[in-house]
């Protein structure tokens, strides 16, 4: 079977096996989970507001992505985020961060809580890269901020990188999702380091 990839100027092109989809099929739809509840830290006394992550302009959308070669980004075919790529990340966060329950009060935007801190995600990658063999990639640039003066207290990049042992739609989402949570884990140890030394 030949998967189809897409490009960004509309060209087709096949990579990897798949059929030719049927007309009218709808595409398998993938979403990302969070990282499960787990007691490791006393909770900080801060409410953590998580802002909707900027999202690389190409991956900001519902296809998942894919760079068979450097400078060039295609999609999958017959597969899709199950919402925007951004909505689903900051889902992913929050729902983290209150499993782990290392802050006092964790909300999105117009919540209604009043934060004192604001985390700020910038999605780089996310995708898999088919050089030198099929990587899925995710990488996220953090920045926690004091909203009472909207200082920068800490920033840094985050990355994992995952092999693909076989590049169907199932073990691509499966590795782009399992690459998310350890990123994110990075994430939440980065966050309770950063407040309990400051």
């Not at 509840?37 to 959308?61: F, G």
């Not at 980004?73 to 961060?97: K, M, P, T």
């Not at 499993?99 to 898999?128: A, E, M, W």
Request: hydrophobic share 35%; glycine share 4%.
């Amino acid at each position: 079977m030949k998967k189809f990839l897409f490009s960004l100027v509309g060209a087709v092109c096949l990579s990897g096996c798949s059929i030719i989809p049927n007309p009218g099929e709808p595409p398998k739809r993938f979403t990302l989970e969070s990282v499960k509840t787990q007691e490791t830290h006393a909770p900080l006394n801060h409410k953590l507001m998580v802002d909707i992550p900027n999202v690389y302009p190409p991956l900001d959308n519902q296809r998942i992505g894919v760079v068979p070669a450097l400078n060039r980004i295609d999609y999958y075919a017959d597969c899709e985020w199950g919402d925007r790529l951004g909505i689903l990340v900051q889902d992913s966060l929050i729902y983290s961060l209150q499993n782990r329950q290392l802050f006092s009060g964790v909300t999105r935007t117009h919540d209604g809580i009043t934060p004192d801190l604001l985390l700020k995600i910038d999605v780089r990658k996310f995708f898999v890269s088919q050089t030198p063999q099929p990587t899925a990639i995710v990488q996220y640039y953090a920045q926690l901020i004091r909203l009472t003066d909207r200082q920068v207290i800490s920033q840094q990049e985050f990355e994992t990188s995952l092999t693909v042992e076989q590049e169907n739609l199932d073990e691509i989402g499966r590795k782009l999702n399992q690459a998310n949570l350890i990123t994110i884990d990075k994430i939440l140890e980065w966050l309770y380091d950063t407040k309990a030394n400051h």
